[in-house]
Structures are given as C-alpha cells and as structure tokens.
C-alpha cells in the first residue's frame, strides 16, 4: 500500500519559495500567475499492517512541521 | 483557478532526501515503511486566461528539471 503526504505551509505564512518562483515566472515572461505557493510531497511505500493512523503519527513526530504546516494524507491501493 | 502540480524524481534516480527520512522514520521506531520519495507541489494561483498548456510550458521551462523529473498538472476550479 502507498501513502502520499502533501505538506503545505498554512495560510499566513510567508512562503518565499513561493514568491521567488512567483517573480521568476514573470521575468520568463509568464504573467499569468497570481500567486504561488510551494510545498513538499512524500510518497511512503507501506508495509502491510501499516495504518493511517501510523503515516499521521509520522507526520506529526518527522514529516511535518505543525506549528506552521498543514498536512493531508491520502492512502492508495 | 488554480492548478497543482506535482513534481516527483523519475524512477531509477537516486532519491537522498527520501532515503534520509526513511532511515529517521527508522529511528523514531517507525518499521512498517518499505521506502520513500520525495517530492515537491507547487500551487499556482491562475489569472483568467491562462490555460493547462500555459503551466505545462511553464513547468518544462522553470519548475520541473525535466532530465530527472516528472511533473503531473491538476487543474481546480
């Protein structure tokens, strides 16, 4: 089974990544952009027996920052 | 409109970050994970207009490295 954990900074957060990204798309001459906003996903390859309440457990000791991170969890397969 | 997309190493490329948090998920006694990918999301907020073969042009030119990546495109809303 997979699990695949996206990490995005929560709403208010500055995200320079993001911005950077932002103006470098406009100097490439895209301007069609408004805003940007960066973020991790980390695909885990489970072991059966291997639940969503352990993949929510890793996110919150390892995978993701909760003070100024969201995470989701989709399990696949 | 907004539209995901998601960026992930090819298969057969050396993957250090995954391979990092594999070994402290194995640390912190997490044993039921058989491997990890890592991978990055990025979220653009799109101006009316601006269509799928627009972030597809923009994901070839800057977002994605498309000698060792992969990148998929959802668009929302």
């Not at 995200?15 to 973020?39: E, N």
């Not at 996903?41 to 991170?69: P, Q, W, Y």
């Amino acid at each position: 089974m997979k699990a695949r954990v996206t990490i995005m900074l929560k709403n208010g957060v500055l995200d320079p990544q993001g911005k950077a990204i932002h103006h470098a798309l406009g100097s490439l001459g895209f301007s069609g952009v408004d805003d940007v906003r960066a973020g991790k996903i980390i695909e885990l390859d489970l072991k059966d027996g291997t639940s969503r309440e352990d993949v929510e457990e890793m996110c919150k000791k390892l995978l993701a920052n909760t003070v100024i991170e969201n995470f989701s969890i989709e399990m696949e397969g």
